[in-house]
């Protein structure tokens, strides 16, 4: 027996989205017809089985079951979850982002702007530190600033800082 993984091929990878799908599979193909995809095959020659060895008979085919899989099919085998223990030491990047108040965000841009402009970024995150105690890294200072920004906009609209500074 080979210790090669089987695995699927290209078409059982990857499919048409401007077609319409195909009716619903009620069968998987068995471990023979798997096996004799081109993705398996190797240009290796493998050695020939023996005339006296037992030939293994193709299995039948697999059958799906309702339902589908299971979301986390390997939840039943890890171990749960525990909660640290009160006044317990939590370390590595989990600690800094909680004793940082840091927030995940969905959305990216991307935001060129000029040498003067990142050394005045760098500038106030350092003064915000120093100056007032508020250890903030630029991209915060950044997103407050839009915020800041955008509710001036629509506070005051025309007479807002963004308007009178994009219209020169």
């Known amino acids: 027996m080979t210790r090669r993984p089987v695995l699927p091929g290209a078409a059982e990878l990857f499919r048409r989205t401007d077609t319409p799908p195909a009716a619903e599979v009620t069968e998987l193909p068995n471990l023979a017809s798997a096996t ?3 993705a398996l095959r190797s240009t290796r020659r493998r ?25 986390d099919p390997l939840a039943a085998y890890r171990a749960p979850a525990t909660l640290p223990a009160p006044g317990a030491r939590t370390r590595g990047k989990a600690a800094r982002a909680a ?5 995940r965000h969905d959305e990216k841009i991307t935001v060129y702007i000029s040498a003067e402009d990142l050394l005045a970024l760098e500038s106030a995150r350092l003064s915000l530190r120093a100056e007032h105690g508020v250890a ?12 800041v920004l ?17 219209k020169g």
């Open 36 to 38: 004799a995809s081109p």
């Open 47 to 71: 050695p020939e089985p023996e005339p006296e060895a037992e030939v293994e008979q193709p299995a039948a085919p697999l059958t799906l079951v309702p339902g589908g899989a299971p979301a």
């Open 136 to 147: 903030a890294d630029r991209g915060r200072i950044v997103r407050e600033a839009i915020s």
């Open 99 to 103: 004793g940082a108040g840091r927030t």
């Open 150 to 166: 955008l509710a001036d906009l629509a506070d005051n609209g025309e007479d807002s800082v963004l308007v009178r500074r994009l």
